[in-house]
């Protein structure tokens, strides 16, 4: 746990300030050195753990498993980009402040919230894979809707992306879940979960 959390900590400190310290500067690259070193040493200890794991790696060589979880990144990867590029547009430059960028962030939430909801019970009807397929449409064609504005648009013209967008990331998250434990033995439903968030 301590090799995990220190490998994504000094990743994620490597990206957030590798801007303003210099890509190629030696702090940086030591954190992003540092967060491969521990990730192998991690990936290492999991190894020798066996059983006792904190993930069990052979998850990954159920190919469904290691599909959702590849779809999982690329999802978050790109959506959750979005949502950070568009705060950044609205405040940044619209001017507008934390709270209203919030106020104007609503329509994709409830979208997300709206759909999730529905979503989860189109699991006993459709096959979750094509879920996850619309899904990773819906967030692709929202990213497409981003093209729409221009540098002098006003926040609406966020709207069909917002609202896009939300239908995709609320399709993902239910038949994700399901499938992310569903193809597991029942034994590692619990750590797959985890595996799957993370």
């Known amino acids: 746990m301590v090799a995990f959390a220190a490998s994504l900590t000094l990743l994620v400190l490597g990206f957030l300030r590798g801007e303003s310290s210099g890509w190629t500067s030696g702090p940086i690259l030591a954190a992003f050195a540092g967060a491969l070193v521990l990730m192998i040493a991690f990936v290492a200890i999991e190894r020798h753990l066996g059983e006792r794991a904190m993930f069990d790696l052979s998850l990954l060589r159920i190919p469904t498993f290691g599909g959702i979880c590849v779809a999982t990144f690329l999802s978050n990867a790109t959506s959750l980009a979005a949502v950070f590029l568009q705060i950044s547009y609205i405040q940044n430059v619209l001017g507008f402040s934390p ?4 106020l104007r962030l609503m329509p994709m939430m409830l979208t997300l919230f709206v759909v999730a909801a529905l979503t989860g019970g189109l699991l006993q009807t459709m096959p979750p894979g094509l879920l ?4 990773i449409g819906f967030i692709a064609a929202g990213m497409g809707l981003v093209t729409l504005v221009e540098p002098d648009s006003s926040w609406t013209a966020l709207l069909p992306s917002m609202v896009v ?10 038949p ?9 033995p029942p034994e590692k439903a619990g750590m797959a979960s985890g595996m799957g968030e993370t």
């Open 99 to 102: 709270w209203e960028t919030g």
């Open 132 to 135: 996850v397929g619309l899904s």
């Open 165 to 174: 967008t939300g239908i995709g990331m609320g399709l993902f998250n239910p």
């Open 176 to 184: 994700r879940a399901a499938v992310t434990i569903g193809v597991v």
